[in-house]
């Protein structure tokens, strides 16, 4: 598959049109999805009739938006009117969105040609996309791999050429994690920087729609078009939104990056090599790399654990049978009519409701979910001091490579440690990038990260797009 400047360029040059790309797209699904898994739905008469409604475009001498004719992925919980949208549950199999998320609202405004719906972890709850309820994803790089979660089937769309671009979200690395494993690009901006609007929520504090691509440059694109204020989402931010790729440098001199003391401590070898080899081509294009400390973001993953599972407790308490969700019939009483009801909840759903529900019991409330929210607040303050020290971070993404499939099954604090230096991003709000450095010895992708202020993403795309070209 083409990237995003060359679809463009073949559309408006007139080498191809939208309607031949897309079936492009099309016969590329067809082929590697029945193996990979990526997509649960593919849009196909309606994917055609938005390319030819940009050919026709093109042909009246219309100026096509900013993403014409490009195919996009859209993940499972984002809404799109007239489609269904079931988070990959069993709970919301037959669910039809009535409305259409500003995001999706964007992508078409830029002429973009919505392809299909990908698989994730149910709920968007998992590190590996093996919780859906259409079955695991499997990573295009190895196929006896998980590619990573929650957002694996935007990932592995990517990854396998299906599609140049895909949304996913990301509520603790569930954009960034996946793009390492699969050796994509994942951009999650900072919070309030695109509207949650549409987007099926699991902890709103921390949900955040992202953007997958081959290269920086089209993640770039992507994330520009679906930025910006919305009236519909209160959380969003009112501020201009940058031309990104206009803000890319042919070097780095001036920006100060900082490593954070302890990120490297008992890290997979592989990945703490790949990791200083880009410290040091960082250096050769002149950037200055700075030690720096984060001392309370070792704290992030039990935080983001206890605050993220205590607002899914209660943005899931809806799918109740009465208001949305299944609804279980000729239940002899209210407690079992409840019961049979929420039973279609996969394992780890459940299990996170259940230990949100105990973080917000009257016992439990002081000393577990409020003190999160304190340290999550002194977390926050310690990113602040060091923003103030150094323009962007450099961390890992991941502490493992893509692992096998069903190998973490059984042991979730392994999976939960999969988002060890993502959630950080998420408990503090910051803008963040995973862009592939390189393979393992087991030729499996190495995927480092860049976190910046927020609203200062341009920082962190332009410092991914340097590094990106010394490769």
């Known amino acids: 598959m083409m990237t995003i400047s060359q679809i463009i360029h073949a559309i408006t040059s007139g080498e191809k049109t939208a309607e031949q790309i897309t079936r492009e797209s099309l016969s590329i699904i067809a082929q590697t999805n029945p193996e990979i898994n990526a997509f649960v739905e593919v849009f196909e008469q309606d994917a055609l009739a938005q390319a030819q409604a940009v050919d026709a475009k093109k042909a009246r001498g219309e100026k096509l938006g900013a993403l014409a004719g490009v195919p996009v992925a859209i993940k499972d919980n984002i809404l799109y009117k007239g489609h269904k949208a079931t988070c990959c549950s069993k709970m919301l199999a037959n669910y039809v969105a009535s409305y259409t998320s500003t995001v999706v609202e964007k992508l078409l405004a830029a002429d973009a040609v919505i392809i299909g719906r990908t698989n994730m972890d149910e709920f968007a709850m998992g590190s590996s996309n093996q919780t859906s309820a259409y079955g695991p994803v499997k990573n295009p790089v190895d196929t006896e791999r998980v590619p990573g979660g929650s957002s694996g089937g935007s990932a592995a769309a990517v990854a396998a050429g299906m599609v140049p671009l895909a949304l996913g979200t990301d509520t603790g690395g569930s954009v960034r994690q996946p793009a390492s494993f699969c050796g994509v690009v994942g951009v999650k901006p900072g919070y309030g920087r695109i509207s949650r609007y549409g987007v099926v929520s699991f902890a709103s504090s921390a949900d955040q729609v992202g953007v997958l691509a081959a290269n920086v440059e089209d993640a770039s694109i992507g994330l520009e078009v679906i930025s910006g204020k919305d009236v519909h989402d209160s959380t969003s931010l009112e501020a201009p939104v940058p031309a990104y790729t206009k803000q890319f440098t042919p070097d780095l001199k001036g920006l100060k990056i900082g490593l954070p003391k302890g990120f490297l401590d008992g890290l997979y070898e592989d990945i703490k090599e790949r990791l200083l080899a880009a410290a040091k081509e960082l250096k050769k294009l002149g950037a200055e790399m700075v030690d720096v400390d984060v001392p309370l973001a070792k704290y992030s993953a039990p935080v983001y654990y206890i605050v993220t599972s205590a607002e899914a407790s209660s943005n899931l308490g809806r799918y109740d049978g009465i208001r949305y969700g299944y609804s279980a019939q000729n239940a002899p009483d209210l407690h079992a009519y409840y019961e049979d009801s ?22 439990r409330y002081e000393e577990c979910f409020v003190k999160a929210m304190k340290v999550r607040e002194l977390i926050k303050q310690d990113f602040k001091k060091v923003f103030e020290q150094v323009d962007v971070l450099l961390t890992p993404t991941s502490p493992t490579t893509a692992f096998r499939l069903g190998k973490e099954g059984k042991n979730p604090l392994s999976l939960y440690l999969a988002d060890l230096y993502t959630c950080p991003g998420n408990i503090g709000g910051l803008a963040g990038i995973s862009i592939p450095y390189g393979n393992d010895k087991k030729g499996l ?27």
């Open 445 to 471: 992708p190495v995927g480092v990260q860049f976190y910046g202020p927020i609203l200062q993403e341009e920082k962190i795309l332009n410092a991914a797009h340097c590094l990106e070209k010394t490769l």
């Open 342 to 363: 929420r039973a279609l909840f996969g394992l780890e759903v459940k299990k996170r409701i259940i230990i949100g529900t105990y973080a917000l019991t009257s016992k």
